[in-house]
């Protein structure tokens, strides 16, 4: 687990000392890293037991700070999939820039490893302060991305989005080091047991920069900004991986270890995430910019994500981290075909194009099936997890029943949004301008090939990628229903709390009789 974590930032290393070679070499160095890491990372789900919800293949944490802090990573069901989506985008977002980049060649890429070891990182760690560690360490290699490979913006849009994020880790470092001291003066994950003082403010730290990051609404605004600056690949990674970091937060640190703060906020969260899921599909429907609607399209798909996480049943839990994984692959494939059409007309606007499917077929019939798994086909990836979630949410209670409605909305308007976007851009009156666009090269089809194949992959046979991930999810849902039923525990009874044994309902009858 170590070697895939790191060997990314062997690749740096090779770059930073080999940049003399020349372009090709310095791509050569990180494709071949990039691939490797992968195949690598498939030993972990080789190798991963699906029948323990225990955390596997770290190995024996190592003292790394005196303090508390230790070098102790591990992955379960819910990161081994995330693990394996970033070692699976990388090397594809790699082989996409292989002509798109000019100046800087090998910044570019040193920054697109150092970026993918900060976020297996997040993905592997049971320290909070190395989790901390590998989630800021993300932020200086996505800072140099968007803010010297971005748009004309690009330097708003940076600052914009560090300064949110490092809102948020302030936030969870405060959550952090009280836990600490809550903790034996120790950071240690799987050491962590509740009930902890102040168990709504910790709650509330963690969220909120979950929250940010996701980023839930009403926080939202740094990232259309950031997807609309950002470089291609740039957009592949936030969309596919830094994003679900904070969603993995949230499974990961708020439900299991404030399961109480969690039952008491999930009335204000729901209905924010559902908010989230409309609110992103009527801006992107407005949208001019193909870049920005699917920029906003992700703030609706992960409102979908955070109400199935916070319906706190199995059904809702496993399609929303199913949901991650196709969200990922859907709108990082959708990245990479509006970078393709930008690199040929340099234009993102919806306006400019129209007739593209008769010049460019083989696009037209690749962008078809992205928008389709978008928007949730029955025999795509995206159908799958939506339909859990909103499943899961449908039988959580009552409440949840009418909110599960206006989230069925967002479907709708989901299947608008884009299949309108597709209409525009792919059928109508061919312009002159885009008479000579050519179609899809070999190097874009082998990029896509491997997306379209989960793609339909997940939609027809998800089993696979539900059974690894079945026992975490599973514990996860066991603390979180427990804990209000059990928690602050004295003697089986919340602490101070007077025993009152609730009649029966033939001991109701039995009294009436009497009584009368």
């Known amino acids: 687990l170590s070697i895939v974590i790191f060997l990314p930032l062997l690749g740096v290393i090779a770059i930073a000392l080999l940049r003399g070679l020349g372009a090709s070499a310095i791509k050569g160095i990180a494709l071949v890293i990039g691939i490797l890491t992968f195949v690598i990372s498939l030993g972990l789900y080789t190798g991963f037991n699906a029948d323990t919800a225990t955390f596997q293949l770290g190995g024996t944490p190592i003292e790394w700070i005196p303090g508390g802090v230790s070098y102790h990573i591990g992955i379960d069901g819910i990161s081994l999939w995330l693990v394996l989506l970033t070692t699976f985008l990388t090397p594809v977002c790699i082989l996409a820039a292989w002509n798109s980049v000019e100046k800087g060649l090998s910044g570019f890429m040193m920054s697109l490893l150092a970026l993918e070891t900060g976020m297996l990182g997040v993905f592997c760690s049971l320290d909070l302060f190395l989790f901390f560690v590998f989630w800021e360490s993300m932020l200086i290699p996505m800072y140099f991305l968007i803010g010297i490979w971005g748009g004309e913006r690009r330097i708003y849009a940076t600052i914009k989005f560090v300064l949110y994020t490092m809102a948020g880790s302030a936030l969870m470092l405060v959550g952090i080091l009280a836990l600490y001291f809550q903790n034996d003066n120790s950071f240690d994950l799987t050491t962590l047991s509740g009930p902890f003082e102040h168990s709504d403010l ?307 009858s039995e009294k009436e009789i009497h009584t009368k």
């Open 202 to 508: 910790l709650f509330l730290a963690f969220f909120v920069a979950f929250a940010i990051k996701v980023p839930l609404f009403p926080f939202h605004t740094w990232l259309p900004d950031a997807h609309v600056e950002a470089p291609t690949v740039g957009s592949v990674i936030l969309a596919g991986v830094l994003l679900k970091m904070a969603t993995y937060g949230i499974i990961r640190f708020c439900l299991p270890l404030f399961p109480d703060a969690a039952e008491k906020f999930t009335p204000l969260i729901v209905p924010l995430a559902v908010i989230g899921i409309i609110y992103g599909a009527l801006v992107a429907m407005v949208q001019p910019d193909l870049k920005k609607l699917v920029a906003y399209s992700s703030v609706s798909h992960l409102g979908f994500v955070v109400l199935g996480l916070f319906s706190k049943n199995p059904a809702g839990l496993q399609g929303s981290v199913l949901q991650m994984i196709n969200h990922g692959l859907s709108t990082g494939a959708l990245f990479l075909l509006v970078g393709m059409i930008y690199e040929r007309r340099h234009s993102r606007m919806i306006v400019d194009f129209g007739g593209l499917s008769k010049r460019m077929p083989i696009f037209a019939t690749v962008f078809m099936i992205v928008t389709l798994s978008s928007i949730g086909l029955p025999g795509l990836n995206g159908f799958v997890g939506e339909f859990m979630i909103l499943f899961g949410s449908f039988v959580q209670g009552a409440f949840s029943k009418v909110y599960v409605v206006f989230a069925t909305a967002g479907v709708i308007l989901a299947a608008v949004y884009m299949l309108w976007m597709f209409q525009r851009v792919m059928f109508g009156t061919l312009d002159k301008t885009n008479e000579n666009l050519p179609d899809l090269n070999a190097r874009e089809i082998v990029v896509m090939l491997p997306l379209l194949l989960f793609i339909v992959w997940i939609g027809v046979y998800p089993k696979p990628f539900l059974n690894k991930m079945e026992k975490s999810v599973g514990l996860v849902v066991t603390k979180v229903q427990a804990a209000p039923a059990m928690g602050q525990l004295e003697n089986g009874v919340p602490a101070g709390t007077k025993l009152v044994r609730r009649e029966t309902q033939h001991e109701q």
